[in-house]
């Protein structure tokens, strides 16, 4: 079974840092692109973020997270992070991992981050 575990949410004040964590378990973690997406309150689809390839490290970056989110992955903990710093307001909502970088793949269940004015 396809399984991934996000944590390191929580509250931070505007311009702090949070890393979140996905662990994987239930498939070949080093074939598989890994995405965060995130559902921002008001808005009803859930965006990308930023995916990040297989082994050579090439990620991509939504524009309103660019030079502030750095996605990593350390295939032999079958772990993809996001490092976020200068978090804004804006940046609240429910952060995904999610396979294949695609909305159509495994997700799990979310971790909140909460950003404060």
């Known amino acids: 079974e396809v399984q991934l575990v996000e944590s390191g949410g929580g509250l931070v004040q505007a311009g702090g840092s949070l890393r979140l964590s996905c662990v994987a378990s239930?498939?070949?973690?080093?074939?598989?692109?890994i995405g965060w997406f995130r559902q921002v309150p008001g808005k009803e689809r859930r965006e990308g973020v930023s995916?990040?390839?297989?082994?050579?490290?090439?990620?991509d970056y939504a524009d309103s997270v660019k030079g502030r989110f750095t996605i990593s992955r350390d295939n032999a903990k079958k772990t993809v992070y996001l490092q976020m710093n200068s978090l804004r307001p804006e940046d609240t909502g429910v952060y995904y991992c999610?396979?294949?970088?695609?909305?159509?793949?495994?997700w799990g269940q979310g971790t909140q981050v909460t950003v404060s004015s």
């Open positions: 239930g498939f070949t973690f080093d074939r598989y692109p």
């Open positions: 999610v396979t294949d970088c695609d909305p159509l793949g495994n």
């Open positions: 995916c990040i390839s297989i082994s050579d490290g090439r990620s």
